[in-house]
């Protein structure tokens, strides 16, 4: 296909152009131009793709050029983390990246390798493409809009935007040539990319928590960056080849684990999640991008291709305990926060356990289970980082507690919030039919642990979103009204996803069985229909339950006449339902709170005892598996 | 053909029999607390009263949400009387409840913003109990569907009396008993007033009730399921056995007081991970 090359080159292309546009306006244009170009190339690709009957290619058997031209990328990204860390005098970002480029770059001229593809285009590239395209390409357009609010609002953070816009399209490109690789030593570069791009954006206000955040992101994404090039290393060595399906298919215990581990520290899963925590610092669209689209999904995504390997053996097991102890402890400390992308992070690692869980398994199912996964938490965890942030720059401050009442203040804004996290976790939406399937898989494997973790896990998670969506829907007079400040760019990326959503929902069997089984198949060799229910029925309750249920008890409910009186406050209502008149005879301001259980599932109780269990079971991994090799 | 009976009848007879069952509570709690108690009736006389009032409420969406509370918990009901998934009826189950939140929560009402916070808390201790009964299910029937545990030759509760136990213990929650009763109660001079219903009133409560009762019906039926298997006198057996499970739901109602939502919160959780888990545990090992 010769148009590999421009799903890579023309996001690069436009990241190039940013640093010389600095007109604000010509900016924005080249951005919607860049993202519907991107889009464009994507849907062409695809079609194409489908038209010639879908099958699986295989590309790029000879590539010498390329290939010397990556080791200088290589060597490039290097020298660019030396610079950085010596300007910041960090020692360990340096130890690590000279390390593994040592490495690799040893491995690459003394050992011979098989030649094979170094790309390979399969249902799951193309379903990775389209989410990378179209829920990037909209973060894109998004940004355009939010980071004029955005420099309005913190005018002590130095405009860099040029810088920041380049880096998303970046990001992009490195995101498409991530998942198109087969060969380890490219997927590797693209992997290096990344690592560097999200520490260079979690670093752009450049403020001394900024500088802090991002090394700690480089840090942890650069040893599972080690773990990637020791893996690339014993496969060339031993095996004489660096084809990721050879690693799947020779089934040793060390490569394996030490993939394992970049894709869990990509994942942000625990000991690791706290790199994804730090990220919040930048810009929110840097935020939607490293949790929905790219980033935290590539580390699931080599997980997921990888996932065959896992079934059954040891590496397997740690790999799907560390997921579903993520899984519920970050949902419990997701209770404790107040800051809404603070939520957003921890339901973020939260999800991401049960998909990691899901690929630690291995079978079927699971990864069926997981893909879908994947989907729905895209769609809707970029749409929620999007409200988020178009509502912090609305209201100032992103404090589920000052949301209270969205709904009367800014509707369209809680509209959106409200799909979002209804989308995350409510009985109709794609992720509990994920987590139903998942559940049926953990039962099949006999993963005990994992059962547990799910049925623990899904009480929390539904806590936390319940609360939220409970303080979006409050009726109150607000005290003063706000001037919905999101432009319509914005409006644009976000209307686009809640209609993503809700579509998916609807047509959920249909992506089931048209892009979910395919992939699996793929992976597998064979498919099973997960679902157990048939198509139209499910289709049936998704629609009854979404649209037909609230639209006819709205008509019916319209036609009662009813005389509205104010609320029970205890004390005398001073006739608007914002103050009583207290004990001492006074008039008082009603005030209300969630409820976060602070004292039981705070982050100070939680994060070092899961700390230190995940890190002691990833260690352990290690040792067996090191033990059984030598 | 029987599907379609059983859904009929459950949607028809499920508030009949629910208001009947309240009815008959109110008199046995009465009995154990040497009082002669209302006729047996006084559940509908309640309802029509409420039918009858004047509409007066807080908001214009909260009889939307209560409506949608009760038309999404006839869904459920009627999948698990269809013989449909169990886990696809408890997740619409707590999805309908997601709803009757909503309508508490739909005011800045301190007292049903209380009772909300309360009911979601709930949620979060009986929620992974549910989810491991139907898991009991499937490994000892082999399958979800609720259709396929009925044809079986043996009883559930064989395989999953720990299950049983834990289920009796979280129902109390459903069931708002003492002293799980933490997010409304039935007596309005109490610490929450009334918790999620303060603010609801006439019609609107009315429908909250009916909804209720429908619910009742369905975890009674959940614990059919326990018992009953593919021979013709093990319904009776179940009916049986479900009236004594309801009757010591009472009584335990009258016996205990309310405890605080940490005692509810990990005495759910431990019940769930002892009975439950170690039950699901064996059925694994054994199955």
Known sequence: MTMIPFLIGIPAVFALIFPFVRDQKARGVIVYTGAGVIMLTTVVFTARWIADGSQVMMLYPETETVDHLMSVGDIALMC?????????RRIVPILLSVAQTALLLYTEFTTEVAAGPHMVVDW????????????GGFICIYTVGYMKGYHSHHKDVQDRQPFFFSMLFLFLAAMFGLVLSQNMIWMYFFWEITSVISFLMIGYTRSEEAVNNSFCALWMNLLGGLGFAV???WMAKVSGTVQLQDVVSAGAMLPLMCLALAGLTKSA????????LGAMVAPTPSSALLHSATMVKAGVYLLLRISPAFSGNLVGIIVSSIG???????SMMAIAQNDGKKVLAFSTISNLGLIVGCAGIGAEETV???????????????MLFQSVGATENTLGSRDIEDMHGLIIRVPKLAYIMGIGIAGMYLAPFGM??????????????GNFVLVLCIAYGSASTMFYWTKWLAKLLCYHIPRETVKDVTRKDEYVSMIFHAATMLLLCLLLPLVAVWVVNPIVQELFGNAKDVISMSVLTTMAIMLVSIFIVPAAMFFISRRSHRELVPIYMNGINEGDNRFFTNSFGEKEHLYLSNWYLRFEFGRRHLRIPSLIIAAAALVLGFCIVIGGAV | MKPVIFVLAYLILAPFVGALLDGIDRIVSARMQRRKGPSLMQPFYDLGKLFSKEMIAVNNVQLLLNLSYLVILMIAGSMLFAGADLLMVLFILSTADMFLIMAASSDSSPFANMGASREMLQMMAYEPLTLLVAVGFYLTTGSFQVSDFLTRDYSAVIWMPGLLFGFMFTTAIKFRKSPFDLSTSHHAHQEMVKGITTEMSGTTLAIMNIAEYYEMILLLGIFFLFFVNSTWWSWIVAFVVCALIFFMETLWDNVSARVKWKTLLYSCWVVTLVAGGVNILILMLIK
């Open chain 1, 124 to 135: 799951f590239t193309i379903l990775m493409f389209i989410i990378i395209a179209f829920i």
């Open chain 1, 80 to 88: 660019l983390i030396i610079y950085m860390g010596a300007k910041y």
């Open chain 1, 231 to 233: 893996a690339i290393a």
């Open chain 1, 432 to 445: 509990l039919i994920s987590k139903w399937v998942a559940l049926k898989a953990f039962v099949d494997s």
């Open chain 1, 368 to 382: 069926w289970a997981a893909v879908f996964l994947m989907i729905f938490h895209s769609v809707s965890k970029s």
């Open chain 1, 269 to 276: 899963q625990l000991p690791f999640s706290t790199w994804l």
């Open chain 1, 324 to 330: 579903g102890f993520t899984f519920i402890m970050a």
